[in-house]
Nanobody, 128 residues
Framework: QVQLVESGGGLVQAGGSLRLSCAAS????????MAWFRQAPGKEREFVAV????????LYGDSVKGRFAISRNNVKDTVYLQMSSMQSEDTAVYYC?????????????????????WGQGTQVAVSS
């Protein structure tokens, strides 16, 4: 049974940093895309970042480019999201997601429907 467990959420001041982790278990994920999405109250789920299969390519949502960095450890089947220069607009529940990873279409990776497995979410709050 596949499980994704996020950790690292919490409260941070504007301008600060936070690192999220997502540990996957139940199968080998090196050929899968591992991504982060977020959802703020009253808003749709938003693409944040993805590491495509084996970490060959990374993509970012426009609102986090230059501030967030995604990385993965294929030995540990873990994906990370390093968040810096955080803003109040980053406040949301952050979800880890895993899905089939081989596509050359960036829009494929930005769609929630691409992903088969989801974590339970971790709350991130940024105080101004």
């Amino acid at each position: 049974q596949v499980q994704l467990v996020e950790s690292g959420g919490g409260l941070v001041q504007a301008g600060g940093s936070l690192r999220l982790s997502c540990a996957a278990s139940g199968r080998t994920f090196s050929s899968y895309a591992m991504a982060w999405f977020r959802q703020a109250p009253g808003k749709e789920r938003e693409f944040v970042a993805v590491s495509t299969w084996s970490g060959g390519t990374t993509l970012y949502g426009d609102s986090v480019k230059g501030r967030f960095a995604i990385s993965r450890n294929n030995v540990k089947d873990t994906v990370y999201l390093q968040m810096s220069s955080m803003q109040s607009e980053d406040t949301a529940v952050y979800y880890c997601a895993v899905g089939p990873g081989r596509s050359y279409d960036s829009n494929y990776y930005k769609s929630p429907g691409t992903y088969t497995y989801w974590g339970q979410g971790t709350q991130v709050a940024v105080s101004s």
